[in-house]
């Protein structure tokens, strides 16, 4: 009854702090393009989010809206990289790129009394950049030497296999960021096309920093090349068909196996879902006390880490867990997880762990309006899946409502034991051990770079 | 409504136009109340009402360098162990009434310290010290659980170092360039004493550190100075120091941490990376010292950004000879290190790329030290002050590292100072005094015997 009478307070206190969070944001419009501000005094620092509607998806083949942002500092009619970089170095202003399928984000951050020359200089990197020759060679170079070397990191040798076989056959398969292959391809001219098509793109800016930080408008008006817009059209993705193999890459010298389990889920697997489905990931591997962690970390002592996720976009989601083991407990590692797995969706759901889960996920959720630019970053994510923003401050009550039988339900949907792709990264002796679970198909790590 | 924050960070004089004047007359002034018990425990607290949450961070002045040869790794198993339960909560709870809450908690542990961290709603305060008073005082180190998280500590030890290349090239360095000392030792551990460590063996090491007289609490967020000095009196108070923690600490002598390498010594170790990875070191001064400043403005200018001499040198050039490099400064608190690195591409001869890069660092002590790049230098260490206090753990982890390294919190100061302060004749002077001293090319590649 104290429990019940706790998270009432919590949540009625929760909910109205997030209502007056999202209060605090105002929507604007400049000339066409849609303005997000949270005006934010803490420091004399500005960040600004341009969200770009147009991913890798539109690329003509891997790799080019990827280096068409990496190489925007290359080089202009007048100014080398080197004095470009050494401008936005100078002023110790940060600019990145982030590069999806369905969308890319250009985040700019400066104090914000710089604010007029490092935004004038974004606009005009996106109006003059030229790409030179030189440039892109040596980032072509570059970028295929590093990805040679992907064989040293088999977490992420494991990410990137996973997502091509777990996505094989849909517009996402092939890695945002370029192949072996694609890097040859990439030229002056396509990106100079590609940032093109980009500026004609639908976007939103997103902005959080003292008042001062508005006057970028007259800047991007007048001095950004965004005037027409073209929006993304949506994409139909078959159902995952039923998955019959673990997928086994063998890599040298490998003490250890990273394991990967999980689907792509179509968009009308998670309409109306994206709650339910992050209360689930969270169940199952967000934080030491979720189920996986404890399984297989704290009872077992099997691995260091254990972690669940779900990434839902506008036209397709993906859900899964990522471990390591040492290759002797890897099968063992995979056949607690399917148990796992069945458990719940079998309705073996503790009461007590299943409280714990809500407790950490509405306390938790006022962690998200700390950093303006994450609370930003949510606004936009929820913009891009098309969600109403008052699902954000409902998350708690939403979260509350759930029930061990909804946990069940979702589970059973989301993580259909045949339905899940399982690629192993480790020893090749491991064919053995993980055959006995499924047939293993052995692949190749070269031909997924 | 206004995202106007209750500020615990007040700043004010950024209204120069004038860059250079930024760093100490940013006036960062930050409202820290101190807490001093008579068992020799330091508690810090700020304020900051923005959101019903708070961070506590926990400092232990233990680290690798306490280690002797046998019980490697004890700091870092003993980390582990602190999840594990105490005497009043019980067995593995603490992550439970953490994440239950809606908190979040981890640890770390250097050569110097070990730091235990928890984001935490604010309601939780008394419970959360409590807890920490609690496995302070009591830690229970039952043997099941010990002999279970060897294995995890084992686990991680493969994927931080015997499974990542970067991590086997961090570690040989550590060990070649302080061949002898404490901070040659692992600080995960070796393996035959994380295999034989014994239970009695950490008991012993956890009487000795974890006092509160070897301790510093940071509280920030949402947190009233008077309820915080009540409840620490309270849960802390009573907690006996320890009697032989502050002689361990007089025993370790600055002169036992030196490096004692002589010349230019190159090494070559066999690691699965196809690409060869490396650092050059050179020994510099400890934590504080004041020509470490110097190092870390020269370590920027030409290790840091786009602009880096560095990358300009080797990476961004028609045919790149590496894919990345970098140089830092490494204050530790009993000695330092300046150290260059990167991954370089196939084919490139290492020990004419070390002559190499002897030779071009020589070049740079004349030509990339000057007023604008050092300018270019300070106007970063703002904007990233700025970044780095944005969370209540931000702040709380940069008030705890000075704490503990220099006794005093408000040591930033002084800091902010040093760096204004340094000039074109100090960094060209760090820069070829640098080059005078012993130095390590240590290299890790899969062609390598």
């Known amino acids: ?449 | 409504m206004k995202f106007w924050f209750m500020l615990f960070v007040i700043f004010s004089g950024c209204s120069s136009k004038d860059p250079a004047k930024n760093l100490s007359s940013s006036h960062l002034k930050l409202n820290v109340s101190e807490i001093k018990l008579d068992n020799g425990l330091t508690a810090l607290v700020v304020p900051n009402s923005k959101l019903p949450i708070f961070s506590i961070q926990i400092f232990y002045k233990v680290g690798g360098k306490n280690e002797v040869p046998g019980i490697t790794g004890a700091s870092h198993f003993l980390e582990h162990m602190m999840f594990k339960g105490a005497k009043k909560y019980g067995k593995n709870t603490i992550d439970f009434i953490i994440e239950g809450s809606g908190g979040s908690t981890n640890a770390y542990t250097t050569n110097d310290q070990t730091v235990y961290y928890e984001n935490l709603p604010t309601s939780e305060l008394e419970k959360i010290l409590d807890i920490e008073a609690d496995r302070m005082e009591n830690l229970l180190l039952d043997v099941d659980d010990f002999n279970k998280e060897r294995q995890v500590v084992l686990e991680e030890r493969k994927m931080r170092y015997e499974n990542s290349p970067r991590g086997q090239l961090y570690l040989e360095l550590m060990q070649s360039l302080y061949v002898g000392t404490p901070y040659g030792r692992s600080v995960i551990g070796d393996i035959p004493d994380l295999k034989s460590v014994s239970r009695e063996q950490i008991h012993q090491y956890f009487k000795k550190f974890y006092a509160p007289n070897n301790a510093v609490i940071i509280l920030a967020g949402d947190v009233s100075v008077g309820q915080a000095k009540k409840l620490i009196q309270e849960k802390f108070g009573k907690i006996p120091s320890s009697p032989s923690v502050e002689k361990a600490h007089q025993e370790l002598l600055d002169k036992d941490f030196e490096p004692k390498i002589k010349g230019h010594q190159f090494i070559s170790k066999k690691g699965e990376s196809p690409n060869p990875l490396f650092m050059l070191a050179f020994p510099t001064y400890k934590a504080g010292h004041i020509k470490g400043y110097a190092l870390d403005v020269l370590a920027t200018i030409i290790g840091s950004g786009k602009s880096g001499s560095l990358i300009n040198s080797y990476v961004l050039i028609d045919k790149p000879v590496a894919t990345s490099v970098y140089a830092a400064h490494q204050s530790l608190e009993k000695s330092g290190f300046f150290f260059i690195g990167g991954e370089l591409v196939k084919g490139v001869k290492l020990k004419e790329f070390d002559n190499d890069l002897l030779k071009k660092i020589s070049g740079y002590c004349d030509s990339e030290i000057t007023e604008r790049n050092i300018q270019k230098v300070k106007n970063n260490y703002l904007s990233g002050l700025y970044s780095g206090l944005d969370t209540n753990a931000g702040l709380a982890s940069f008030l705890g590292e000075r704490q503990l390294l220099f006794g005093d919190w408000k040591f930033y100061k002084e800091e902010l100072e040093l760096y204004e302060k340094v000039n074109v004749e100090d960094v060209k002077n760090v820069c070829r005094e640098v080059l005078s001293k012993p130095s390590l090319f240590i290299s890790v590649w899969n062609m390598h015997k």
Request: hydrophobic letters at 35%; glycine letters at 6%.
């Open chain 1, 1 to 449: 009854m104290k429990i019940i009478f706790s998270l009432s307070i919590l949540l009625i206190s929760i909910q109205l702090r997030a209502n007056s969070f999202l209060d605090s944001v105002k929507r604007e419009n400049w000339n066409g393009m849609e303005v997000v501000w949270l005006e934010d005094n803490k420091f004399p620092t500005f960040t600004a989010m341009f969200y770009f509607e147009d991913g890798a998806i539109n690329d003509p083949f891997p790799g080019v809206m990827q280096a068409t942002l990496d190489q925007l500092t290359s080089g202009t009619q007048k100014e080398s990289q080197k004095e470009i970089a050494d401008f936005f170095d100078f002023y110790g202003a940060k600019i990145r790129s982030s590069v999806t399928h369905e969308y890319n984000v250009f985040t700019v951050g400066a104090l914000t009394k710089d604010l007029s020359p490092v935004m004038g200089k974004v606009c005009e990197l996106f109006k003059e950049a030229q790409y030179p020759d030189k440039e892109m060679k040596s980032y072509v170079s570059r970028s295929k030497s590093q990805l040679k070397n992907l064989v040293t990191s088999h977490a992420s040798l494991a990410d990137r296999v996973f997502r091509k076989v777990s996505l094989e056959n849909t517009p996402f398969e092939s890695p945002a960021e370029g192949n072996l292959k694609s890097f040859d391809k990439l030229t002056s001219t396509l990106l100079k096309e590609r940032l093109g098509q980009l500026n004609q793109s639908k976007k939103r800016l997103y902005i959080t920093g003292p008042s001062d930080a508005l006057k970028m408008k007259n800047i991007i008006l007048k001095q950004c090349p965004w005037i027409s817009e073209r929006g993304h059209s949506s994409l139909e993705i078959k159902k995952p068909s039923s998955q019959s193999a673990i997928y086994l890459v063998p890599v040298p010298g490998a003490n250890q196996a990273q394991i990967r389990i999980g689907r792509y889920m179509t968009k009308s697997e998670t309409k109306d879902k994206n709650d339910q489905l992050a209360f689930m990931s969270g169940y199952l591997g967000g934080g030491f006390t979720s189920k996986l962690v404890q399984e297989l970390r704290v009872k077992r002592g099997l691995t260091y880490s254990a972690g669940a996720y779900v990434s839902i976009q506008k036209d397709y989601g993906r859900t899964g867990l990522m471990t390591f083991s040492k290759n002797e407990t890897a099968a063992e590692v995979i056949s607690l997880i399917r148990d796992i797995f069945q458990d719940i969706a079998n309705g073996k759901i503790s009461e007590k762990e299943f409280k714990h889960q809500q407790g950490h996920q509405i306390g938790g959720f006022a962690f998200g309006f700390e950093e303006g630019q994450a609370f930003l970053t949510q606004l936009m994510v929820y913009d891009h899946q098309g969600r109403k923003l008052q699902e954000l401050v409902e998350f708690p009550k939403t979260i509350s409502q759930l029930t061990p039988q909804s946990l069940s339900q979702i589970s059973l949907e989301a993580l259909s034991w045949d339905k899940l792709t399982i690629v192993v990264v480790g020893d090749k002796s491991l064919e053995k051990s993980l055959s006995r679970i499924r047939p293993v198909r052995v692949l190749n790590f070269e031909d997924f770079l």
